[in-house]
């Protein structure tokens, strides 16, 4: 069966499967009277892998339009993002860091590593970078 008479039988299935719920003649016996085998509805609902593999294969890939700003520069350029953007961000990063401060005056050292960690991840911060450097040679 074509793809497209599948998606048009899978809703009425559903429903039959609904209304023959422990009642006789049941589902498979209702399938079978049809003509449909029911191991092959079944493949209609759960898709195997291979058969997503497929499918993919089979289906064209369309390419993703390249969105373009007004001003004629490409988004994907730098960070991308307009200044608001980036103001906002940075606005979010000072809160965390000064919650981090917070909880560090009051000896919540657990909340703070927690935040510290949230806080290296958003800036994605690594061990040998720049700022851990700085840590060290303040110690």
Excluded: C
Excluded at 14 to 37: C, D, M, Q, V, W
Excluded at 68 to 95: F, I, N, P
């Amino acid at each position: 069966m074509n793809a497209e008479m599948r998606k048009r039988l899978l809703p009425a299935l559903l429903a039959l499967r609904e209304r023959t719920y422990r009642k006789h003649p049941g589902f498979y016996e209702t399938l079978a009277s049809i003509g449909l085998n029911a191991d092959t509805v079944r493949q209609w609902f759960y898709r195997s892998l291979t058969a997503d593999q497929l499918i993919g294969l089979v289906e064209e890939k369309k390419p993703e339009p390249v969105r373009v700003r007004r001003d004629g520069e490409t988004k994907d350029d730098g960070r991308g993002g307009s200044a608001q953007e980036h103001a906002g961000v940075a606005q979010r990063l000072l809160l965390q860091a000064d919650k981090i401060v917070a909880a560090l005056l009051s000896d919540k050292i657990t909340l703070a590593k927690r935040l510290g960690r949230e806080y290296a991840e958003a800036r994605k911060l690594v061990v040998g970078s720049d700022a851990q450097q700085e840590l060290k040679r303040a110690a």
